[in-house]
């Protein structure tokens, strides 16, 4: 499944959208909202976003996204730039596709992407989470960093921490600390 955009006038360039985690399923996007593919396609670009499978949907991306340029390809013409882009995981994929696929991708523009791969990028969610817990919280056994027994009761706990932290100059510094090694930027969530 896949959904095509195609502008009044074509300028030549074919964009496709890769999504986040979880963000594919059986429903696909052109671009990461409704207002960037209508700005998009005004300005001449053709866009385009295939149907992935839910959660971590590399593979399904990998193999999809090529096929999608030939069926924009079939109904525009040969393109004159192909573009990958992407968030997150879409973002990785965005790369990889140039990597797997260069003679059908030009580039890519990873948003976000975890361009070093799933584990780095699990590791250093990692980095962080072992700085929030030795620096806030070190004998609460509650904040378990890995085999995870009750994810719901362990967030609730780390939440719980969070809050208390944030009364104090030194919990925010020790926030502030370990967020910037998991590199979270100050508007995540």
């Given at each position: ?83 990958a882009w992407g968030a ?9 596709l140039m990597e797997q ?36 919280a070190p004998e609460d ?49």
């Amino acid at each position: 499944r896949y959904v095509f955009y195609e502008p009044g006038e074509w300028n030549g360039t074919l964009l496709t959208w890769n999504p986040g985690y979880g963000g594919g399923g059986a429903t696909p996007a052109g671009g990461p909202s409704p207002e960037s593919v209508n700005w998009l396609t005004e300005q001449g670009y053709a866009v385009a976003g295939v149907a992935a499978g839910t959660g971590w949907a590399v593979e399904d991306l990998l193999a999809a996204a090529p096929e999608m340029v030939d069926v924009a390809e079939q109904r525009l013409g040969q393109a004159e730039h192909v573009v990958a882009w992407g968030a997150s995981m879409g973002g990785q994929v965005s790369v990889a596709l140039m990597e797997q696929s260069p003679d059908v991708f030009d580039a890519a523009l990873p948003l976000c992407g975890s361009i070093a791969g799933a584990i780095p990028m699990l590791n250093s969610a990692l980095d962080g989470t072992y700085a929030f817990k030795t620096l806030l919280a070190p004998e609460d056994d509650r904040l378990e960093l890995v085999d995870v027994t009750n994810e719901g009761a362990r967030q609730a706990a780390f939440r719980e921490v969070l809050t208390s932290a944030q009364q104090t100059p030194e919990g925010r510094a020790r926030i502030a600390l370990a967020a910037t090694l998991a590199q979270m930027p100050t508007w995540s969530q």
